[in-house]
């Protein structure tokens, strides 16, 4: 049974930071990339980072420079190290397994920024 558990939200002030974490309980690096997406109220659910199984990575463009995503294959967790945080990233952050023909997805952790 795999399950990805998010965790790390939280509320800070804009230029702060946060890490978000997500373990994957279940052997599924070696088939699946693991990409974080966000929700904001009323917006759709977009993409923000992604590492593929052979360690590429992929960043949305509201987040290049500033959120770096990465992988520690021992602890089988994906992280979201997320700087210079901004208003405008409030949202409920998931992460998500993509094993081409089915995926799997985390429950979410909300992470607020105020101005």
Request: aromatic share 10%; with cysteine; charged share 15%.
């Amino acid at each position: 049974q795999v399950q990805l558990v998010e965790s790390g939200g939280g509320s800070v002030q804009a230029g702060g930071s946060l890490k978000l974490s997500c373990v994957v309980h279940g052997y599924i690096f070696s088939v699946c990339g693991i990409g974080w997406h966000r929700q904001a109220p009323g917006k759709e659910r977009v993409v923000v980072a992604s590492i593929s199984t052979d360690g590429s990575t992929f960043y949305a463009e509201s987040v290049t420079g500033r959120f770096t995503i990465s992988q520690d294959n021992a602890e089988n967790a994906v992280y979201l190290e997320m700087n210079s945080l901004r208003p405008e990233d409030t949202a409920v952050y998931y992460c998500a397994a993509d094993c081409g023909s089915y995926g799997y997805w985390g429950q979410g952790t909300q992470v607020t920024i105020s101005p």
